[in-house]
């Protein structure tokens, strides 16, 4: 009993995940890292803008006492000052620096925005496929999970979400640019899903939060549009990092945005600057709070995850794949080709190509492909999918 | 209803030392901050090592694909092998890279052993005068708080502590050299601890953690020595960071080390690797750990804050102060001349003298001076300590 009942259990459950992680350092320690195709992975592969080398080679030169201090735990006036300029300009909602508490990553700011608001029992609903790291975000603050499933489409269920939410909820989380479907919602859905929370907080005399989870916000494809959030809704909470736009996720620099329009919303700010303390972040970290603030109208060239998606897209619909067009970050989440699919993973494992089975974001059935690999991997794994589906056909 | 009720009572019954903070600010508006001598801080003033600007310069200089890409939630391998030597070389217990987990500062270590070994409800005992947030960091995750009394030097009270100590006792905290009183505890009292928690632990059949929060385990003056709280006891967790020591605390840079000989350690590290992850650290920032695998047994210089120790310490016993004499850290803990430390803590700001009422830490009738200021505050500050012992004798 050295360690506690919950994380034990936790450990346990996640264990096959685990297995499967160790299965292909397996094959690639025995075939050779070359031969296999990983896209299980989530850690992109571009490099860091030109801009962010330049200013973190600037910044790191810099010398002088508290550089590397301690600042307010809602981070530096200068850096919250330019996320708020930031989002002004890129979603036209006018946010100010005291909206903004810069956090340790997307992940940070979801654990703090959630301790922040939860009290013990109270409901997360989260939708299915999804991030499955919410699980264990909610739970750390002794919230309940309750999951509505997203439509054929990957698109929220609006009758679905709607009878999902009681009064015993608290919060929606949603994720668009979506992990791991690569889906962006429109305009229509985020209205539909603003209508209903607005209807559902005024029927239970409380706020229902809308978590809106963005680190993909930079990642939609030219063929598509991104539509925030947080213009349809007025409780809506934005967290976020520079992990994906700027390919830094080591780095563990993000924020929370809260809604300028939300009622009380100071008590809210106050309560996230206070949990970013408690939860033991203390702070983002210093450095990277001066250099992205130089640097945040940057991102990594979408241009090449476009070209990617466009390959595997089309290369495994001609194969028979059954896949909803991703319009933005790097992953697709293909149907598979038989309804089990540990199976198919299975059989894709044997070809060399990893990828991660649907039941691990709460949607047996599908599959989903990472892709920030290079190109050559994607042009090498073709015609091993080929050969997947043809082999359980 | 905007917060959790858990954060709204926290923020109610915090307001009294936000309101001293603020009265703080409002003093250094209306005299000029030059004119106050600020010892409520904690944040270290003293600049970074010269190696550390070296090499964060020459770390920030390197460019490739991942450099500030996620890494093994647990840290480099190199940098938690470079840790495990520095402990080996500085402490003399055979630690490997293995038992070493990287984190976002001390802070960050803490919450993240606290989450992988307490079950709801159970007790974690800390000594007071305490750190104040070990409070939070415990109920975070579900704990119970137990105070144990140091004795009149500031050292554990074993008759104290053992009748603090039931079958609900999941870990004890200690932090040596201490904040707030410099205390730095010798080899006779950690023994005895390390008995009774041994004996403890065989009485109830389960490991009851020490767990050595050593931020400030190199900061010990030369008329004292540190001896490491792992030596004395296998159920030891080390949590520390390089804040102090190299003053970098806004970096977020620390690690959790379990003492090598602890029975089935390794699911301990697998929790705290797992917990390290599922709280929302994911991983101690990339760049930073980089950077301090090359300056690990660097640190800033320890004889400028022994210089202000022993400037405060000989000038305030002078006047009539009762001090504990400091061995380390850069604070000291006096006796407040009257009963009511926080009615002294106003007579001394009516000087413009700021300290920390010893409430605040849970031991009234002292105040903590924090001596994270130039040479030059000190003695600004030395006829204002005089003139308010004066004034209320």
């Not at 685990?18 to 320690?29: A, D, H, P, Q, V």
């Not at 979603?91 to 009290?119: E, P, Q, W, Y």
């Not at 976020?240 to 929370?256: A, C, H, N, Q, V």
């Amino acid at each position: 009993m050295v360690i506690s009942q919950q994380i034990r259990e936790f450990r346990k459950s996640s264990s096959w995940i685990r297995k499967m992680f160790e299965s292909g350092i397996e094959l690639k320690r025995k075939y050779g890292v070359d031969k296999v195709c990983d896209f299980s992975l989530g850690n992109p592969d571009l490099m860091p803008p030109d801009e962010f080398q330049y200013f973190l080679e600037e910044e790191s030169r810099k010398t002088g006492p508290f550089l590397h201090g301690y600042m307010p735990n809602a981070g530096y006036v200068e850096t919250r000052e330019a996320v708020a300029e930031s989002l002004r300009k890129e979603i036209g909602v006018d946010f100010t620096r005291d909206d903004v508490v810069m956090t340790c990553g997307a992940a940070g700011a979801m654990n703090v925005v959630l301790k922040s608001i939860l009290n013990p029992g109270e409901s997360v609903v989260i939708l299915s496929p999804y991030f499955v790291e919410y699980k264990f975000y909610v739970l750390n603050h002794n919230g309940k999970i309750v999951v509505s499933e997203t439509d054929e489409r990957f698109l929220p269920d609006i009758a679905d979400l709607e009878s999902r939410i009681d009064g015993n909820t608290r919060a929606v989380i949603m994720n668009t640019p979506n992990n791991p479907t690569g889906r962006a919602y429109d305009e229509a859905i985020l209205k539909q899903v603003g209508e209903l929370l607005r209807e559902k907080s005024k029927k239970y005399g409380k706020p229902i939060f809308l978590i809106s989870d963005e680190p993909y916000r930079k990642i939609v494809f030219s063929d598509s549009k991104y539509f925030a959030p947080v213009k349809f809704y007025e409780n809506t909470v934005i967290v976020t990092s520079f992990s994906k736009d700027l390919s830094i996720p080591g780095e563990r620099i993000g924020y929370i945005a809260v809604n300028p329009v939300m009622e009380n919303k100071e008590e809210l700010i106050d309560a996230c600057i206070f949990c970013n303390r408690i939860l033991g972040f203390i702070n983002a970290p210093a450095l990277m709070q001066r250099v992205i603030r130089n640097v945040i109208e940057f991102s990594v060239d979408v241009e090449v995850y476009e070209k990617r998606r466009n390959l595997l897209f089309e290369s495994l619909k001609d194969m028979g794949y059954d896949i909803v067009k991703p319009e933005g970050t790097f992953y697709m989440f293909p149907r598979s080709p038989i309804d089990d699919d540990v199976e198919f993973s299975k059989v894709l494992r044997e070809e060399l190509v990893l990828v991660t089975p649907g039941v691990g974001f709460g949607r047996a059935g599908y599959f989903r492909i990472s892709f920030c690999v290079d190109e050559k991997v994607i042009k090498k794994s073709l015609e091993r999918f080929e050969r997947a589906i043809r082999k359980i056909r």
